[in-house]
């Protein structure tokens, strides 16, 4: 099948749509990674562009599904115990000092980011999701119900609630058939969306055809024209029948295995019971209650945020920016493109020996491990490396970072001064 291709000024852009809505509902940190391990046969479809399989995505009003995925995540980082999971956001206390809760989903599911994991999940509708993350002896669950969120930890016996203050508003919305203004509203719109970004940048393709949890699917084929990203490419399984993608594989363009390979290994597009939805705090369980956040509330927005902050920039970078990181701009277009700014004071990273700063030796440990360094016009500094995202710190303070070859980011750093 000749393959149809189009280009997309990045990799955001092009695979926004490729997301099954009720599944990002589950867990949106996480879905991104979804891949299936049973995988077999090709079986025969009738032969489909990628601009109609774009569409029929874009068309796929799935809303209620369960079923088992499997996710292997593999970054390349030195093994280091748990030691890195006391660097998560929330690990081991909250930002006030007061003790954390084992159960707090911003740092349960950091360790997602690695190994290999078993999930369960369900979606009935927006206000309604389920994620259990199966160990041997344990199981955690973030539960959504309506305008209640529950996470439960079973091996501490522990769990987190908060209240969802926004989910009223998406009910009333979704009752009344209303959408964000500026957001597509039909199947042709959303792919013309993906397509119409067209630079020289992205491939999308349709290769071939494959069975996911024993559902025929087709693969949808992203991967970048340009020379120096680290990915290679990104292969989505999408269902043939309903539209909803049931696999997802990211390959490093160095080789090797997957950087993440996730997908379903059973599905059921049937509505879940409502007895899943249902929680209650066994007896003896540790509750600790979150904050009530309330809908528009923007006292936690970052603060002092350029006016021409680049359209995509990861949520990280903008938070960064309100902390204090200065002259934030975005060098290149597409899959190379390098995010640069400033650390506060303009000076590098503290070392363990430093006068500017005491670095606990786990954390020293695991910066040296990853750390690479590097000398240029620019000066010298430190790179950072994944198999997928590197960055460079340089001594004076200047940050580059992107999923582009450290050569790249040497280059950018050099045509910086």
Same mark, same amino acid.
């Given at each position: ?40 046969? !090709? ?16 068309? /796929? ?28 956001? #929330? ?9 954390? /809760? ?23 509708? /927006? ?29 501490? !016996? ?42 020289? =940048? ?34 989505? /399984? ?16 160095? #080789?090797? %295995? ?12 049937? *509505? ?10 066994? *007896?003896?369980?540790?509750? =600790? ?25 990861? *949520? ?15 060098? +290149? ?12 004071? +303009? ?27 590097? =000398? ?9 490396? =994944?198999?997928?995202? !590197? ?14 070859? %450290? ?6 750093? !050099?045509?910086?001064?």
């Amino acid at each position: 099948m000749a393959p149809y291709e189009s280009e997309s000024a990045g990799r955001r852009k092009a695979t926004r749509y490729v997301v099954p809505v009720a599944v990002v509902g589950v867990a949106a940190a996480t879905i991104g990674l979804v891949p299936a391990l049973a995988d077999s046969g !090709n079986p025969d479809l009738p032969k489909i562009s990628a601009q109609q399989l774009i569409e029929k995505i874009a068309k /796929s009003d799935v809303q209620q599904m369960s079923g088992t995925v499997k996710i292997s995540t593999d970054l390349g980082l030195p093994s280091l115990g748990g030691m890195a999971g006391g660097f998560a956001p #929330g690990a081991g206390g909250s930002s006030d000092g007061k003790a954390g /809760s084992s159960a707090d989903p911003q740092s349960k599911l950091m360790e997602l980011a690695s190994g290999t994991h078993t999930l369960r999940i369900a979606a009935d509708g /927006s206000d309604r999701h389920k994620l259990s993350v199966l160990d041997d002896a344990a199981e955690y669950s973030v539960i959504h119900n309506g305008d209640e969120v529950w996470a439960y930890d079973s091996a501490s !016996n522990e769990a987190y609630h908060a209240k969802d203050a926004a989910a009223g508003d998406r009910a009333a919305k979704h009752r009344e058939g209303e959408t964000p203004k500026g957001v597509p509203a039909t199947p042709k719109e959303l792919a013309d969306e993906v397509l119409k970004a067209s630079g020289k =940048t992205t491939s999308i393709s349709v290769e071939g055809t494959s069975q996911v949890a024993g559902r025929d699917a087709y693969k949808l084929l992203v991967k970048p024209k340009q020379a120096g990203s680290t990915v290679g490419g990104i292969t989505i /399984s999408v269902d043939a029948k309903t539209g909803v993608p049931l696999k997802f594989t990211l390959t490093p363009a160095g #080789g090797g %295995k997957a950087v993440v390979d996730a997908g379903f290994t059973k599905v059921d597009f049937s *509505k879940p019971a409502a007895s899943t939805f249902d929680f209650t705090p066994p *007896k003896g369980t540790k509750v =600790t209650e979150g904050d009530d956040l309330k809908a528009g509330d923007k006292s936690h927005a970052p603060k002092d945020m350029p006016k021409d902050m680049p359209k995509g920039m990861p *949520k990280e970078l903008r938070d960064a920016q309100g902390g204090g990181m200065k002259d934030l701009k975005v060098i +290149g277009e597409g899959w190379t493109s390098i995010a640069e700014l400033t650390l506060p004071g +303009g000076q590098g990273l503290p070392t363990g020996g430093s006068a500017s700063g005491d670095v606990p030796p786990e954390a020293q440990k695991f910066m040296d491990a990853l750390g690479d360094h590097v =000398t240029g016009k620019f000066g010298s500094g430190t790179v950072f490396s =994944t198999r997928l995202v !590197n960055a460079l710190i340089t001594d004076d303070g200047k940050v580059y970072a992107g999923a582009v070859t %450290k050569d790249a980011l040497v280059k950018a750093a !050099n045509a910086a001064q």
